[in-house]
Each structure stands twice: as structure tokens, then as C-alpha cells.
């Protein structure tokens, strides 16, 4: 083995640079995919900050963020308190729809849920969103959210009573009742701006190349520096990027960059592998992060700050819920592998039967992703199946089989979820009002089994 001392000094840094910086792409993940939705919001829907996007019907393959669902009303919107200071946020009563959202920071660590599993208890009021350097005195009236970013966002879905027109127009009213506006325009706020996304292409997936590095510098300069990240502000000074200093990588850190990147990618998806462990005795289904489960997906414990693992959701998932225990509004378990433990794998055909009596309050779905970016496969013309579908076929037991393959199988066409030749996916199992038996494992998800011959 060459010893690091004898390689040339070019070689060295070099390589020094391309180890510090796969630290600073782990350590940055959540913070650089939060922008890029951000920006993807900003600049493909032609969006101002506080302005709201929202579906007006399901959304299909050209949402491209990291895992959302294909079912519900999404509703979106992202602020500056460094710009606008305090934000109010004001939320409607929950009426002929639910309602179910997060708000979030720039480290995408959900502060609060909004609806009836929140704070509001879904009889609506003012959440006042706060800069990190507001003062203790709030006004009367107000739910305070601090939060430790400038910047934020929010997340909420509202989800009709059944996939009929008048069930999706009551979901669209209830949505169009949220207001969105600095607090010094509380006395007269703006009149609210919508923008319907559907069927407009919302690019927010981050690059996984050399230009991720010029998003991290970015947000170094836009966020305020948190105590508990002040030995990696060395750590990334070592690679070009520092408070108040422009980014301006050479050619030759560049190319470090462009390995570091791959490296950390290639980290991401090994350690979400890793990470996957059984809900079900000798299943393949698992909830997606037990680590964020535990700290309410702030990663941080009294002993550490869990980067590894916060990377790996920054990669992966995004507005994550704040509770996944028997309270929470929502519960994700997600499958990598079929029933025999091998990659799902676009050049197969896979089968799911989803047993009867599905311990969802509100509805299921089954949602499926491209392993390689953590979105929906692009061109996919159905993403997902889930239990508002009136024309998917049932069995006579009461349980329903899902397809996944790159065309639909023979006489499956209600049935099928698309996948791509040549490309692995990852599907994610929702339950919307999880009940007791899901909990209590009384109900259990089969594996996903490949179909002889295909």
C-alpha cells in the first residue's frame, strides 16, 4: 500500500478534497434538497415566497421532488423571515375534506403539524412562523413556531372524502381558504395568490453532480450557522466554500467534487438499504427511518447529531411527519426488494396483493419511485394505486393485486404501476389514518413477488 506521505502534494489535496467534501454532501443533503424544491417552485411555476401551489387534482410524474404521494391535494409554500419577517400562516377550520401538513425548516425538521392531528386541532387558527433571532414577545392570538433557519416551508395535503368530482371540489375549497403573509400586513394582508400545479413539470430533485456543491455554498451564506455545525464551517472551508466568500472551484477541485458527489450518492442508497429493518417478522416492508423516528426527524439526541442518517432522509424523502407512532396522521413503509430479498428491478414484473381490510381510516396507496433520484419515474403514466381507484379489480376475498412492470400485463390495465426497463424503483405503502391494526400487526403486508416467466 503507497503511503500518503510519499504521494505528490497535487495528489494529496486533491484527495483530501474529495474525502471532506463527501462529508459536506452527507452533512449538507437536507438543506441543499430543501432549495432545490424551493427553487424548483420559484422557478417553474413562476412562484413569489408566500405565494401558494397547490394540485388540483392528484399529481402525476412531472412532480419531481423526492417521494410524494400521487394521491391527495398537495399544498405548498415556502418563506423568508429574513426578507419578510414573521410569517402568519392562518388555517381554516377542516371542513368536507382533511387536512394534514407539516411546517418545516431549511433542515427540513418538521416544527409543527397543522390540521386536527396539530396544534390547531383542525378547528383552524394563526400559526405565526418566527425568524431565529425573534424576540420572546409574541402577539396575542397566535400559535409561535420558532424555528433555527431564515427560510421554510410548508407541506399539507388536503384529502377528500372519496375520489368523486364533489368530494375533490370540497378538498380544493378547503385548501383555497389557507392564507400566507408577513405579519406586518396583518392588518390588511395581500389578497392570497394561487397557482395550480397540475400537469406543470415542478423540477425540485437536487443534481447529484459537481453543482450541488454551488447549492451548498449558497444556503452556508443564506442560513445562520448553528452551534452545533461550527467544526464542519472548517471542514467546508477545506473545500472552497465559506461564510461571506464566494464558491469558485477550479478545474481540479471540480473533478474531486465530481467524485465526492458519487461517492455520497452511492452512500445514501447503501445506508437506506442498511437501514430497512423488517415491521413485519420476515417481511421486507420497513419503516423508512428509524433514526428520524425517534427524534421527531431532527436527528439530534443528547449525545449526537445523526448526519448519516439525516443525509440519507435528505436523499431520499422530504416535510417527513412529525410523529409516526399510533397518533400520527399518516405511517409510510417502504419495500427495496421482492419476497426472495433481490432489487425490484424495471425489467421484471412484480406482483403485490393487498390483503382486505386495509387499517387506513382515510385511504392507501402504493406509490413507486426510481432508485436512482428517489422521485417518480420520469414519463411514468400511472405512479401509483390507491384505495380511492374504483375501477381497480378486487378478489373475491376482498384483497387487490397491484402489478409493477413497464407495460401493464395482460388484462391489468386497472391494476398496474408503471416501471422503466433497466432501471431499479422502490415502492412506498401509505396508510392515511392509520388504525390499531397496523400497530398491533394484526394486519400485515405481504412482499411483492415476482410473476413466473416475466
Known amino acids: 500500500m503507497r503511503h500518503l506521505t510519499s504521494m505528490a502534494p497535487a495528489d494529496l489535496h486533491k484527495r483530501s478534497v474529495e474525502r471532506r467534501a463527501v462529508e459536506a454532501a452527507i452533512w449538507g443533503m437536507p438543506i441543499v434538497a ?19 401551489a397547490y394540485y388540483s387534482k392528484p399529481a402525476d410524474w412531472r412532480f419531481q421532488t423526492t417521494t410524494p404521494n400521487a394521491s391527495t391535494n398537495y399544498i405548498y409554500s415556502a418563506y423568508d423571515t429574513r426578507r419578510d419577517g414573521p410569517i402568519v400562516l392562518e388555517v381554516p377550520p377542516v371542513v368536507g375534506a382533511g387536512l394534514y401538513g407539516q411546517l418545516c ?43 433555527q433557519t431564515y427560510g421554510g416551508f410548508w407541506l399539507m395535503r388536503a384529502i377528500p372524502k372519496s375520489g368523486s368530482d364533489e368530494d375533490n371540489a370540497a378538498a380544493i375549497a378547503l385548501l383555497k381558504k389557507i392564507r400566507m403573509y408577513p405579519l406586518s400586513k396583518a392588518d390588511a394582508p395581500p389578497e392570497q395568490r394561487f397557482i395550480d400545479a397540475s400537469g406543470k413539470l415542478w423540477d425540485g430533485i437536487p443534481r447529484m453532480d459537481e453543482t450541488f456543491y454551488a447549492m451548498l ?19 467546508l472551508r477545506s473545500i472552497g466554500i465559506e461564510k461571506g466568500k464566494q464558491f469558485a472551484p477550479d478545474a481540479t477541485t471540480n473533478a474531486a467534487l465530481e467524485n465526492a458527489i458519487a461517492e455520497a450518492k452511492a452512500f445514501f442508497q447503501d445506508l437506506q438499504i442498511s437501514a430497512l ?19 421527531e426527524f431532527s436527528y439530534q439526541s443528547t449525545d449526537m447529531l445523526d448526519v448519516d442518517y439525516r443525509g440519507m432522509g435528505g436523499f431520499f424523502f422530504w416535510a417527513p411527519p412529525k410523529k409516526s407512532d399510533a397518533s400520527a396522521p399518516t405511517i409510510y413503509v417502504n419495500a427495496v426488494a421482492d419476497a426472495d430479498g433481490k432489487p425490484l428491478s424495471g425489467d421484471r414484473t412484480y406482483r403485490l396483493r393487498v390483503p382486505a381490510n386495509v387499517p387506513a381510516k382515510q385511504y392507501w396507496s402504493a ?84 410473476v413466473a416467466g416475466k
Open 277 to 295: 429493518k423488517p415491521y413485519w417478522e420476515g417481511a421486507h416492508w420497513a419503516l423508512p427511518d428509524l433514526s428520524g423516528v425517534k427524534t
Open 217 to 235: 455554498a449558497k444556503m452556508v451564506n443564506e442560513e445562520p450557522v448553528l452551534p452545533r455545525d461550527l467544526a464542519m464551517m472548517n471542514m
Open 367 to 450: 406509490t413507486v419511485y426510481d432508485w436512482d433520484a428517489a422521485g417518480f419515474i420520469r414519463e411514468a403514466p400511472v405512479v401509483s394505486l390507491d384505495s380511492f381507484n374504483e375501477q381497480a379489480i378486487g378478489n373475491a376475498d376482498g384483497s387487490l393485486d397491484i402489478y409493477f412492470s413497464p407495460t401493464a400485463p395482460a388484462g391489468q390495465d386497472n391494476n398496474w404501476i408503471a416501471t422503466a426497463k433497466g432501471k431499479n424503483w422502490f415502492v412506498i405503502f401509505r396508510l392515511y389514518g392509520p388504525d390499531k391494526a397496523f400497530f398491533e400487526k394484526t394486519w400485515k403486508l405481504p412482499d411483492i413477488e415476482m
Open 105 to 147: 425548516d431549511m433542515w427540513d425538521v418538521p416544527l409543527t403539524i397543522v390540521g386536527p392531528g396539530g396544534d390547531d386541532k383542525g378547528e383552524g387558527g394563526k400559526y405565526l412562523l418566527l425568524p431565529p433571532d425573534c424576540g420572546d414577545a409574541i402577539p396575542d392570538g397566535y400559535i409561535p413556531v420558532r424555528q
Open 34 to 52: 430543501m432549495d432545490a424544491v424551493r427553487q424548483g417552485f420559484l422557478r417553474d411555476l413562476g412562484a413569489n415566497y408566500n405565494d401558494i
